[in-house]
């Protein structure tokens, strides 16, 4: 749930505030979302269609955005050996767990690390196969500009898969979802942690724009979506889009 670095004092949602947070974040999203993060994030992995069809593993080059601890981008390479995955985060905190987990198990020679901001990727365009991005979207301050981000560096027929957490507005289970998300994850997450940080959650998951919103803004930003799929009662929303064949960058 990583987020753009901020200028002067700390921006909640900024990269200098999820420094603070960086040692226990693992456990926090374990424990506040029952261990269901662990299967959302295996769902984005299948989302980015990185298996060769004729059985062999691609040399895919994956960019993970606000890679945060690097759980996203280490699914990645355990699941694809051939591949590599680019980290960009501005929390210089997060990326030292995510660089200590890298080499224990050893992957840290698939796994590059940059600070960075989603709003400008310091890649050049179609050098990507893919784009990830876990928890991170709703912090961005500019979301369309890194849409168009994400779409410059993805090659032409290349996945894009957003992971991002919502208030479910409809179904049976949608009120008990909302307050676990509204009530009980900010102030969790505040007493595990100690951190005031997590009571950002609640307000940041509250104004982020219901799914089918942000797929017309993925689709303004020239991608092409694919699905939008609600994960667990629509707390969390998995969004993957493609990058046309004749996109040109704007």
Known sequence: MSAQQGEGAVRAGSGAMFDAIAERYDMLNRVMSFGADRGWRERTVDALALDDPNGFDRKARVLDLATGTGDLALRILDRHPAAHVVGIDPSREMMRVAQRKAEKAGADDRLSLLVGDAQQIPLERASVDAVCMAFGIRNVPDRPRALREMARV????????????????????AGLARVHIRHVVPRLGAWLSGAEEYRYLQRSVAAFPPPDEFAEIMSAAGLSVLEVRPLTFGVCCLYVAEVPAQHEEA
Do not use: F, Q
């Open 154 to 173: 993805t090659r032409p027929g290349g996945r894009v898969a957003i992971l991002e957490l919502g208030e479910p507005r409809s179904g049976p289970m």
